[in-house]
């Protein structure tokens, strides 16, 4: 078991920068493949990246590539996205979500463990 806090959504303006905060309540932090999605009203939840045990492999949604970057300290057990460049239509909740094992799904329907989601609002 592992429980997934979300943090650092708000409301920022188009071109700015946010970054989200997810912390494990496990040590054993590196076991899991971590994985941040979005959900925005009215629309099915959508990979936007994740990132492997040890951090050494990352994956992106097309949408984000070179604007959001994931990164993850296993020693404080805990998952991050810089979020560059905002826009519009960026705007959703964010999730935070584990998966055990070594390999790094893109598909939600492939994660144990899910975060409370935070909101992202970018303004235009």
């Known amino acids: 078991q592992v429980q997934l806090v979300v943090s650092g959504g708000g409301l920022v303006q188009a071109g700015g920068s946010l970054r989200l905060s997810c912390a494990a309540s496990r040590r054993t932090f590196s076991v899991f493949a971590m994985g941040w999605f979005r959900q925005a009203p009215g629309k099915e939840r959508e990979f936007v990246g994740a990132?492997?045990?040890?951090?050494?492999?990352?994956f992106y949604a097309d949408s984000v590539k070179v604007r959001f970057t994931i990164s993850r300290d296993n020693v404080k057990s805990t998952l991050y996205l810089q979020m560059n460049s905002l826009k519009p239509e960026d705007t959703a909740v964010y999730y935070c979500a584990a998966a055990l094992g070594w390999v790094v799904p893109t598909k939600d329907n492939a994660y144990n463990y899910w975060g409370q989601g935070t909101q992202v609002t970018v303004s235009s």
């Open positions: 990132v492997s045990g040890n951090g050494a492999s990352t």
